[in-house]
C-alpha cells in the first residue's frame, strides 16, 4: 500500500469504516511508515479533541417557536372501521384458499 492510498483510508480506519481486510492493510502500512503513523495520530488527536469540545449551541426558544409555527399541523386521522378491517379479511381468505388448493 502506498502512503497516497494510505491517507485516503486513515480517516475510514479511525472511524471504524473500514472491513477487516483493508483494516489489517492500511494498520500494517502505518507499522511501516513514520510518515502515515504521525498523520493518524494527529488525525486520532483532533478526532479526540472535538469529542471532548462543547460545540452544541441551544437554539433560543423563539427560534424553535417560529419553526415550530411554519411546520405543518398533523391532522387527526380517524382509525379504520372494524367493517373494513374485516371486509380485508373477507377477501383475502378465497385467495389464500386459491392458492392452498393449487400449491
Avoid: N, W
Avoid at 502500512?29 to 479526540?48: D, N, P, V
Avoid at 441551544?58 to 411554519?70: F, G, Q, S, W, Y
Wanted: glycine residues 6%; hydrophobic residues 40%.
Amino acid at each position: 500500500m502506498t502512503c497516497e492510498e494510505a491517507e485516503v483510508l486513515i480517516h475510514a480506519l479511525i472511524d471504524g469504516e473500514l472491513d477487516a481486510g483493508h483494516a489489517r492493510e492500511v494498520e500494517a502500512h502505518i507499522e511501516g511508515c513514520a510518515h502515515c503513523a504521525a498523520l493518524m495520530k494527529e488525525y486520532q488527536e483532533i478526532r479526540q479533541a472535538i469529542a471532548e469540545s462543547d460545540l452544541r449551541y441551544k437554539a433560543p426558544l423563539e427560534l424553535r417557536r417560529k419553526i415550530e409555527k411554519a411546520l405543518p399541523q398533523p391532522q387527526p386521522q380517524a382509525a379504520p372501521s372494524r367493517r373494513s378491517v374485516l371486509r380485508g379479511f373477507a377477501m383475502g381468505s378465497p385467495a389464500v384458499s386459491a392458492m392452498a388448493a393449487t400449491g
